[in-house]
């Protein structure tokens, strides 16, 4: 689907609120969906960066907060340049070796773990850590842009 397509798939989906988290677009490896997605990127993987970014603005434009690019260490170590650079990166990485991603912003939110057990919800419980102090996560909720780029920038 085309960026406005999809924007206008999340919009008729999720109303805008201001309470809400900022939106989220799931980058999926390439190699899923019979192929076709991995096509798709070998084809012009700039072009998929920009679509990516382009529906991150329109997204930017309707929720007004500063949307999250999530994806495996896979995945978004697949997008060679910048284009996503003013978006929050939350990466599920489980591995130990170390983490490389695409382009120079760092991650604002880790999944480190699929299989936790919290008590009241039960085993195999996503485990995440956000990137910053609390300060840094009021303005993360808030979507006030790319938290820990800054936060490495200081």
Sequence with gaps: MSPKDQYNLAISAVPYDK???PPVIRIVNPA???GEQEA??????????QD????????????????????THYSLSKYPGEELKPYMIWVAYWGTAQLKMGGSSPWTLWQYSGHE???GIGA?????????TETQYSEFKAGKGNVALRAVQM
């Design 117 to 119: 057990v919290v008590p």
């Design 124 to 132: 195999n419980t996503e485990a995440n850590v956000f990137f910053g």
């Design 40 to 49: 798709c990127y070998k084809k012009n993987p700039l072009r998929v960066a």
């Design 32 to 34: 899923d969906e019979k």
């Design 19 to 21: 309470d809400l988290l």
């Design 52 to 71: 990516v970014a382009a529906l991150a603005q329109l997204l930017l434009g309707h929720y007004h907060k500063t949307p999250v690019i999530s994806g």
